[in-house]
């Protein structure tokens, strides 16, 4: 076998060892060669676990299937934007996409090449793009014409010309929850085709400003492909028509939102969406920026907390543990849906985690102990026993989780840490009661 061969197949274990980054061995669950257990024990709970093999598999897999278009991908600071992860996926030659002043300050903390970093959002400050410009990112996803007048006013002012792609919105219905739906008429997000096509207009007017691409990000999760290859359809035809005006178009950012599996595989591979948007960029002869979020980090989470008690009321079995709505809010928020299964059990994880006949298990709701009665992680859910002191682990909690917690009922943030094969960082303190007050200044004095 050749050196090449070799080097595929080792590839192609590692990569199937690392489709399944957390997984029950001798009935405990595992983070890669790690025993969650001893982390709970080690750390306490609540507790974030990261793999980072995951997710850095996550990224070359989406590399790899945009490979043919030369992508840049700009992973979504806003889904998890603890700096070691940000520093793994910079090293692994991932770029960024941010929202605010603070995730810029993170990525450059974490080492990151501004020049290739995409800066999205519809409320830009006049101190973030000046930031922004001065670090010469690779282009803003302008939202509005008042957004617009103001990068041209501050690039004026520092006298270089600022790289913008409009944010178009494409009245795509992809389908997602309700408040995670971006890219459908009346949303706040980007702008519609007249629009779009009177603010570049504008831009070839204006000395201080470069039309560099087109951008659109649809919503999250999107679990089909159609969305993409409407909205890829899309760009091409809204660029020969820039082109034609006399536009230097060479950027077509299709955003991030690609379907994260949060059940049993119900997101489709990188490859069947590479499938359907590679042919439009190829003709359109551009360069491809996506920005993924949830599809690279949301399974290379986990959240562990701890049973305080059980208890039976109205008919119902409550498991209260140690995780709340303010470490996890998603469901909170969402309606989302997370699996959910003890740390140790003899029972293995049901094939189908919304199945309700699953021997040996009661329907359960798995609540916080935060003052909400919507402060829970699942709600009748066919669970094995669990008994106070028992651990639990909420899965897929990568994504949009620690990155949206807060301090509500006062109940300081869990530790965070990054596992890679056997090697353990905690890359996250947990926080103290001290810490829930100092920045609170006390006039009482
Ligand atoms: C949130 C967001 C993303 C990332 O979405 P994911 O679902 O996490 O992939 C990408 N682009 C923009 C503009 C966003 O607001």
């Not at 199937?16 to 709970?45: I, P, R, S």
């Not at 489709?268 to 979020?293: D, F, M, T």
């Amino acid at each position: 076998m050749g050196v090449h061969a070799r080097f595929t197949l080792f590839f192609i274990r590692l990569n199937q060892v690392f489709m399944n980054a957390f997984h029950y061995k001798n009935q405990e669950l595992y983070c890669e060669d790690v025993a969650v257990a001893e982390l709970a024990k080690e750390y306490g709970t609540p507790l974030w676990i990261y793999s980072e093999n995951k997710f850095l598999h996550e990224y070359r897999e989406l590399a790899a299937a945009f490979s043919e278009c030369d992508p840049v991908i700009c992973y979504s600071v806003k889904a998890n934007s603890n700096l070691s992860i940000l520093k793994s996926l910079n090293a692994a030659g991932c770029s960024f996409d941010v929202v605010s002043g603070g995730e810029l300050f993170r990525v450059k903390k974490a080492g990151a090449d501004t020049t290739r970093v995409v800066f999205a959002g519809v409320g830009k400050t006049d101190p973030e793009i000046q930031d922004a410009l001065s670090q010469n990112i690779l282009m803003f996803n302008v939202e509005s014409e008042a957004e617009l007048d103001a990068i041209s006013n501050v690039a004026e002012q520092m006298k270089t010309i600022a790289p913008v792609a409009l944010r178009l919105n494409p009245d795509i219905d992809a389908k997602t929850h309700h408040k995670t739906t971006t890219g459908k008429k009346g949303n706040k997000f980007g702008m519609d085709i007249e629009r779009h096509n009177a603010l570049a207009a504008k831009v070839l007017a204006d000395p201080h400003l470069q039309l560099r691409g087109i951008h659109m990000h649809l919503g999250s999760p999107i679990l089909t492909t159609d969305p993409y290859e409407k909205a890829a359809q899309k760009a091409v035809d809204v660029i020969a028509e820039l082109r034609e005006k006399g536009h230097d178009i060479s950027w077509i950012n299709l955003g991030g939102g690609f379907g994260l599996s949060y059940r049993n595989k119900e997101a489709p591979a990188y490859s069947e969406y590479a499938k359907v948007i590679v042919p439009y960029i190829k003709q359109a002869k551009c360069r491809l920026a996506l920005e993924p979020g949830r599809s690279i980090i949301g399974n290379a989470g986990v959240l562990i907390s701890e049973v305080i008690f059980t208890k039976r009321e109205g008919g119902k079995l409550f498991i209260i543990q140690d995780g709340a709505m303010n470490d996890l809010v998603r469901p909170a928020m969402y309606d989302a849906f997370h699996k959910l299964w003890p740390v140790s059990t003899k029972l293995p994880v049901p094939h189908d985690p919304e199945a309700k006949d699953i021997p040996d298990c009661e329907i359960s709701d798995v609540v916080g102990p935060v003052c909400e009665s919507c402060d829970y992680f699942a709600k009748d859910r066919a669970l094995p026993e669990l008994k106070r002191g028992d651990l639990l682990c909420t899965f897929s909690t990568g994504a949009y989780g620690s990155v949206m917690s807060s301090n509500y009922n006062s109940r300081p943030r869990g530790a965070e840490v990054l596992i890679r094969g056997n090697n353990v960082q905690l890359v996250r303190k947990r926080e103290n009661y001290d810490d829930l007050i100092a920045f609170e200044i006390d006039c009482l004095k």
